[in-house]
C-alpha cells in the first residue's frame, strides 16, 4: 500500500473515532437566521415570576399542543426583574453560570420521560446579561412530540442567588415544573403553578 494513502487512513480512522467520543458540544448564544421554512413560535403563557435557589440542580418545563415538526430554537430568560417597574435587588450577585440545556419526551401521564439531548450541551449565562438567551436547535435534527419538556442543568455549584430563571406562574396548567434538588437524580414536582419563561421555534411539517 502507498505510504501516502496509508497515512491519510491512519488520520481519517483516528479523526472518525475522536468525533464519536466527542461528547459535548458548547454553544454561544445564537441568532438564528430568517429561513424560507415556515417557523411557529410557541411561548409559555401566564403571570410574570422567577425561580432561583442554591440546591437545585436541574429545572425542567413542559410545553403541550407543539405542532407537527422540528424543533428549530428555545429562548430561556435569565437575570430579569419580574415587572420592569420593580427594582431587582440580587442583580449585584449574579455571576457566570455554566449551563446545559434539556430536552425531555413527556409520557402519557404528563411526567418527564426519555432524554433526548444524548449529548452535554453547554452554554454560558453571563453575570452581566439580562433577558432572552436564543439556542439554535436545528443541528440537533428533533421531531416535535404534542408535549415536551425543556429547560436546563447547572455546572456550577451555588452559592447563593447566582442566577435568577424568569418563569411564568400559570394556575389553570398548574403541573408544569420540576426540579432536581442537591444529589438527587429523581425529578421533583414542587407543587406550585410555575413553568419555565420560553419560546420555542417549530419549522412546521409540510
Keep these: 500500500m502507498d505510504k501516502t494513502l496509508f497515512y491519510f487512513l491512519v488520520f481519517f480512522i483516528s479523526l472518525n473515532s475522536y468525533c464519536q467520543i466527542k461528547d459535548t458540544i458548547k454553544l454561544e448564544e445564537v ?11 410557541i411561548k409559555t403563557k401566564g403571570a410574570p415570576s422567577s425561580l432561583t435557589g442554591k440546591d437545585i440542580k436541574s429545572i425542567i418545563s413542559k410545553i403541550d399542543d407543539i405542532p407537527l ?11 430579569s426583574s419580574v415587572l420592569f417597574f420593580v427594582k431587582d435587588n440580587n442583580k449585584s450577585e449574579y455571576k457566570d453560570v455554566e449551563m446545559g440545556l434539556l430536552i425531555y419526551e413527556a409520557k402519557e401521564d404528563g411526567t418527564p420521560g426519555e432524554l433526548l ?3 452535554i450541551i453547554r452554554f454560558t449565562l ?3 446579561h439580562r433577558g432572552a438567551i436564543e439556542l439554535d436547535l436545528r443541528p440537533l435534527y428533533l421531531n ?22 424568569m418563569t411564568n406562574k400559570n394556575k389553570e396548567n398548574s403541573k408544569l415544573l420540576y426540579l432536581k434538588v442537591g444529589n438527587s437524580k429523581d425529578w421533583v414536582y414542587p407543587n406550585i403553578p410555575h413553568g419555565i419563561k420560553m419560546d420555542i421555534g417549530v419549522i412546521l411539517a409540510k
Excluded: A, P, R
Design 126 to 128: 453571563q453575570s452581566n
Design 117 to 119: 439531548t444524548d449529548k
Design 69 to 79: 415538526g422540528n424543533l428549530n430554537s428555545i429562548k430561556f430568560y435569565f437575570n
Design 144 to 165: 416535535t412530540s404534542k408535549s415536551m419538556f425543556f429547560g436546563i442543568e447547572l455546572f456550577n455549584k451555588q452559592i447563593g442567588t447566582d442566577y435568577k430563571i
Design 31 to 41: 441568532n438564528v437566521h430568517v429561513t424560507d421554512e415556515k417557523v411557529k413560535h
